[in-house]
């Protein structure tokens, strides 16, 4: 009964490949994010997607970008992938706006060789 | 743009403590604030949720309160335990109907036995 699921948990991959992350919630929320914590522990945002809206972060390269099937999903794609790129990617949900509570995922280490 | 600060960066406390942690943010329009915990290797884990209208909220042994005009938070973790070591996280939501949370880099809380 996992509220918000990712695959893989650990991803490790060659400079210049492509790749997807998946995040999947049960919890009937609305609205799905992407985070990214990079070396140093600092969490960004990345994207927000609510009913078709999609909001991202400005300083997200457009190698990055999000897929979602439908309300449950919300997947990542990362094409021609940088050692930069290495870092945990967490997914997260939440409910309609008035409560803006969110729920994490356990997160994916993304390592780019 | 929101700007998040927590101090101390990591606190070492022996157990049965009580302590604060403190949270300061740069732009007062927030619609809510979010305290989570996270473990190692962990994903986040939901603490307490501050609406904007709201003083403060308990769970258990912790109480988070909230002066939205000066920008501050504080999370007070009442007869600490060695299973509070953790790192927490103060987020606001920078509201304006963005759904995102910036994240602060976090007090890494050690507990000792």
């Known amino acids: 009964d996992t509220a918000v699921s990712q695959t893989p948990k650990y991803l490790v991959t060659q400079m210049g490949n492509d790749k997807s992350i998946k995040c999947e919630q049960n919890l009937g929320h609305d609205t799905m994010y992407w985070y990214k914590q990079d070396s140093k522990k600092f969490l960004k945002i990345m994207f927000s997607?609510?009913?078709?809206?999609?909001?991202i972060n400005e300083t997200v390269p457009n190698r990055f970008s999000p897929k979602s099937p439908d309300k449950a999903h919300l997947n990542l794609h990362i094409n021609s992938l940088e050692l930069g790129d290495s870092a945990v990617y967490f997914c997260a949900s939440s409910p309609h706006r008035a409560r803006n509570e969110q729920f994490f995922g356990p997160g994916t280490r993304l390592t780019v060789l | 743009k929101q700007e998040v600060t927590q101090i101390p960066a990591a606190l070492s406390v022996p157990e049965g403590e009580n302590l604060v942690l403190n949270c300061s943010f740069t732009d007062s329009a927030i619609y809510n604030l979010q305290w989570f915990r996270q473990d190692p290797g962990k994903g986040l884990t939901s603490l307490l949720l501050?609406?904007?209208?709201?003083r403060e909220q308990t769970s258990g042994r912790l109480n988070a309160s909230l002066d939205k005009s000066s920008g501050r938070s504080t999370l007070y973790i009442a007869a600490s335990q060695p299973g509070d070591s953790a790192t927490y996280l103060c987020?606001?939501?920078?509201?304006?109907?963005?759904?995102?949370?910036?994240f602060g880099k976090g007090t890494k809380l050690s507990v000792i036995p």
């Open positions: 987020a606001p939501d920078s509201g304006a109907g963005s759904y995102q949370l910036t």
């Open positions: 501050i609406q904007s209208s709201q």
């Open positions: 997607y609510n009913n078709k809206e999609l909001i």
